[in-house]
């Protein structure tokens, strides 16, 4: 009898050990999974970054459509408000046209940004 419990005794330890073990092994594929997927997104980001770093400066013409851009739809406006002796010089007609104007510069931005960043 004393033989029997020894071995029940050592059935259950040895069971208790086995799942001890097998939960280890899943915390350890775990964590193991999860710093690999951050290692692999820090990857795709070195990636992304030497793809946009390659791409050199920003051209004069994306330089001069956003300044373009904002001096019409930004500026234009806001001296127009701040300075009461020019909101005769901006009429409607002429801050419609600046309107246009802004969009267009935007436009070419625009493309000429997903031009030169897109994906190849």
């Given at each position: 009898?004393?033989i029997l419990?020894t ?26 999974f999860?710093?690999r ?20 400066k ?53 493309i000429?940004i ?7």
């Amino acid at each position: 009898m004393a033989i029997l419990s020894t071995l029940s005794e050592a059935r259950e330890t040895y069971r208790s050990y086995i799942e001890y073990e097998q939960a280890v092994r899943e915390a350890f594929f775990n964590e193991f999974f999860e710093i690999r997927e951050v290692i692999n997104e820090i990857e795709d980001s070195i990636k992304l970054y030497n793809r946009y770093a390659k791409t050199g400066k920003p051209s004069l013409l994306l330089g001069i459509s956003l300044f373009i851009a904002f001096t019409t739809g930004v500026l234009a406006p806001l001296i127009s408000q701040l300075l009461p002796e020019l909101e005769i010089l901006l009429s409607t007609k002429i801050l419609v046209i600046l309107f246009i104007i802004s969009l267009f510069s935007i436009v070419i931005a625009i493309i000429l940004i997903l031009r030169r960043y897109r994906y190849p």
